[in-house]
């Protein structure tokens, strides 16, 4: 099976502009997770969903959000970059909720 | 509140030598999993292990070994004969029961294994 795709891998935004990212999960999986990865706080948990529902969400601005379709493919977006918003955006899939996830290669997002 | 800590920030050690990557976390849950994820340089994240609050089994797989101790709230990450490829940032992260599949994460060990 083809692993958890993401697109792009490397982002270039200006602060105030917003970036849409995708993620693709291992075929079968219905459950998409989102991280946040800094050197400062680590990684965070941003929102999770199954079957098309967001069914968790971390301590996030509401300008990270984010959607799943009916193929459970995964769009996360943010709006009015910020600079802190740069960071390695990890997507996760897993068959269902509670089991083992499998993560994407990320995408890099630098705001300048 | 839900916590993971890995307390060693860096290991170095010589190939073939035996190295433990400790990992506490506390959690009010009583039905909860814990991970250990690799990330080599490349940045993906790499699945090792699942293990549920009720199976304190421990675990060996080739060279990785896991040991779970609910009495002291630890998970205990365990290489013999270490190599260079397991260079890495090792993870361990906590996911509760009612919580979904959304992991606490530690902030990572980072292992540097020399030939």
């Known amino acids: 099976k083809a692993g958890v795709t993401q697109t792009p891998r490397y982002l270039i935004k200006t602060r105030g502009q917003q970036v849409t990212l995708s993620c693709s999960p291992i075929?079968?999986?219905?459950?998409v997770s989102w991280y946040q990865q800094t050197p400062g706080q680590g990684l965070q948990f941003l929102f999770e969903?199954?079957?098309?529902?967001?069914?968790n969400k971390g301590n996030f601005p509401g300008r990270f959000s984010g959607r799943q379709f009916s193929n459970s493919r995964s769009e996360m977006n943010v709006s009015t970059l910020e600079l802190g918003d740069s960071a390695l955006y990890l997507c996760?899939?897993?068959?269902?909720?509670?089991?083992?996830?499998?993560f994407g290669q990320g995408t890099r997002l630098t705001v300048v | 509140a839900q916590k993971v800590t890995q307390a060693q920030t860096e290991i170095s050690v010589v190939e073939k030598e035996d190295v433990t990557l400790d990992c506490v976390y506390e959690?009010?849950?009583?039905?909860?999993?814990l991970f250990w994820y690799k990330q080599p340089p490349s940045g993906e994240l790499v699945f090792l292990i699942r293990?549920?609050?009720?199976?304190?089994q421990n675990e060996i797989s080739g060279r990785y070994s896991w040991n779970f101790q609910k009495s002291t709230s630890s998970f205990n990450f365990t290489i013999t004969a270490s190599q260079v490829v397991d260079s890495a940032v090792y993870f361990c992260?906590?996911?509760?029961?009612?919580?979904?599949?959304?992991?606490?994460f530690g902030k990572g060990t980072t292992l540097s294994v020399s030939s």
């Open positions: 996760a899939s897993s068959e269902f909720m509670n089991t083992e996830a499998f």
């Open positions: 075929s079968g999986h219905r459950s």
């Open positions: 969903y199954f079957s098309e529902t967001q069914r």
């Open positions: 959690t009010r849950d009583t039905t909860y999993y």
């Open positions: 293990r549920n609050s009720f199976d304190e």
């Open positions: 992260a906590l996911s509760e029961g009612q919580a979904g599949t959304a992991l606490i």
